[in-house]
């Protein structure tokens, strides 16, 4: 049994420790925003913040999760939709939307970090894949979304 804190809410889980962490939100909290797309890390589609830095969930031991806090897309504007959020609908970013929860997740780490990014910023923080290719789209929905939250770009 392990105990997680997801989305502000303390969860105990029956799972291994070293189940990854994408499998655990999935499979066992029901939790299914975060998405399966490669399972080595490279794609980002399971993208979610572990005490506020982005992190690839398919390859973390949800045992090293413990004690941290874990967010998913689901609980990133806590009730309410998040600046990014919004901004993704505003700029139509997603075609298919397999990827977007991802890119949501990294996009909001990367304006706490960096408030007024520049293209550069984005996409050295942004490295997730987009199979139908709205990275233009997505770029242009990061700075709405900078505008959002004060740090117009």
Request: glycine letters at 10%.
């Amino acid at each position: 049994m392990i105990q997680l804190t997801v989305n502000g809410q303390k969860r105990d889980v029956d799972a291994p420790a070293d189940k990854p962490l994408l499998w655990v939100l999935r499979e066992d909290l029901n939790i299914v925003g975060p998405k399966f797309g490669c399972g080595v890390a490279s794609c980002g589609a399971c993208t979610v913040h572990v005490d506020g830095k982005p992190v690839r969930s398919c390859s973390l031991p949800a045992g090293e999760a413990v004690g941290t806090s874990v967010v998913t897309i689901e609980g990133l504007g806590e009730g309410r939709l998040h600046a990014v959020q919004q901004a993704w609908i505003e700029a139509q970013a997603p075609q298919c939307g397999y990827c977007q929860p991802g890119f949501i997740m990294a996009a909001a780490a990367l304006l706490t970090a960096k408030p007024k990014p520049t293209d550069q910023d984005i996409d050295d923080a942004l490295n997730n894949i987009c199979r139908c290719g709205t990275y233009s789209a997505i770029r242009r929905a990061v700075h709405r979304a900078a505008a959002i939250l004060g740090g117009a770009t």
